[in-house]
């Protein structure tokens, strides 16, 4: 079982489980996005300019952008970026915020009290994996069974596009919510029933052995 993104991740490897001969029990996504490169979504390569053009947004007419100019490589880039804001982390403090208010997936993770090194880490993270899954088309269909559970406010055409990918058509779930709001309070008691019933409809006697 997987949200949003993991969808890339655990579809590859059950295609790769299949591969193997091994047998996959369930595979079940929560609002996960479909393939999204056959619909030209462009990806970035990582130069220094793009860096360089990226970290101005944020840090425009600021000792930051100054000692970004300076630089001749990118391995450069990031151990510069995190030597400055370590020295002056009060006066970036909003440029900082504006780095993770534009990731929807850094807004997710509380930075509080963290170290400058983890929401980088997290934040290229959140970029290389931006640009893998524009630009991953899976090889194969996939045989095992494809369980979606969709939020009633989510896109409509987000998960169609598995089934250009299943051998099988994919299953559909109704909840309430949207893609962030399902696991929130008061619906994510709801969206717990639906998922128990689900389990013991597919496999009722295992699931009595396992309570």
């Not at 524009?134 to 095992?144: M, V, W």
């Not at 055409?157 to 909840?175: A, I, R």
Request: proline fraction near 5%; hydrophobic fraction near 35%.
């Amino acid at each position: 079982m997987t949200w949003s993104g993991g969808g890339y991740f655990v579809f590859e490897m059950a295609l790769q489980m299949e591969q193997r001969g091994e047998t996959v029990d369930l595979l079940a996504f929560i609002d996960c996005r479909g393939p999204a490169a056959h619909l030209n979504k462009q990806s970035e390569e990582f130069t220094l300019d793009t860096e360089k053009n990226f970290l101005k947004g944020f840090f425009a007419s600021t000792e930051m952008e100054e000692k970004l100019e300076k630089l001749t490589h990118i391995d450069q880039v990031w151990p510069s970026v995190v030597k400055v804001l370590k020295n002056n982390l009060s006066s970036y403090k909003d440029a900082i915020d504006q780095v993770i208010k534009q990731d929807r997936m850094l807004t997710l993770l509380n930075f509080d009290g963290q170290r400058v090194e983890d929401l980088i880490q997290y934040m290229n993270l959140s970029r290389t994996f931006g640009n893998a899954s524009a630009q991953y088309i899976p090889p194969r269909k996939l045989r095992t069974p494809l369980h979606f559970f969709e939020g009633t406010e989510a896109p409509q055409d987000t998960p169609v596009h598995w089934n250009e990918y299943c051998e099988n058509p994919v299953t559909f779930h109704e909840m309430k919510g949207d893609h962030y709001s399902i696991f929130k309070q008061p619906l994510v008691k709801e969206f717990a029933h639906i998922f128990s019933a689900f389990l013991e409809n597919i496999n009722p006697k295992s699931r009595k052995e396992n309570f």
